[in-house]
Nanobody, 115 residues
Framework: QVQLVESGGGLVQPGESLRLSCAVS???????MAWYRQAPGEQRNWIGT???????TYADSVKGRFTISRDNAKNTVYLQMNSLKPEDTAVYYC??????????WGQGTQVTVSS
């Protein structure tokens, strides 16, 4: 079973940036990968997906502020978050969404945006 480990979360002020990483224990070259987030009391929501070839798509709520990228050599997916807002506060998760080990989730990393 593949393992996904998110990191890079923390407490930042509005307008600041963070970069999250999702390190996978196996090769991701055959996988599309996605990021989700879950705020307290809310359902887990999709943020964006990056295809095997590196083409990203985003939810409207983060489009223009967040960027997903991948480094297959490092088996890692990234989420660059700019211009953070208090409403971006959530636990952020990565997920394998296609290919081998599809459906696997990481444990999440907390992002808190507050002044």
């Amino acid at each position: 079973q593949v393992q996904l480990v998110e990191s890079g979360g923390g407490l930042v002020q509005p307008g600041e940036s963070l970069r999250l990483s999702c390190a996978v224990s196996g090769s991701i070259s055959s996988n599309a990968m996605a990021w989700y987030r879950q705020a307290p009391g809310e359902q887990r929501n999709w943020i964006g997906t990056i295809t095997r070839s590196g083409l990203p798509t985003y939810a409207d709520s983060v489009k223009g502020r967040f960027t997903i990228s991948r480094d297959n050599a490092k088996n890692t997916v990234y989420l660059q978050m700019n211009s953070l807002k208090p409403e971006d506060t959530a636990v952020y998760y990565c997920k394998v969404v296609s290919g081998p080990n599809s459906g696997s989730w990481g444990q999440g990393t907390q992002v808190t945006v507050s002044s």
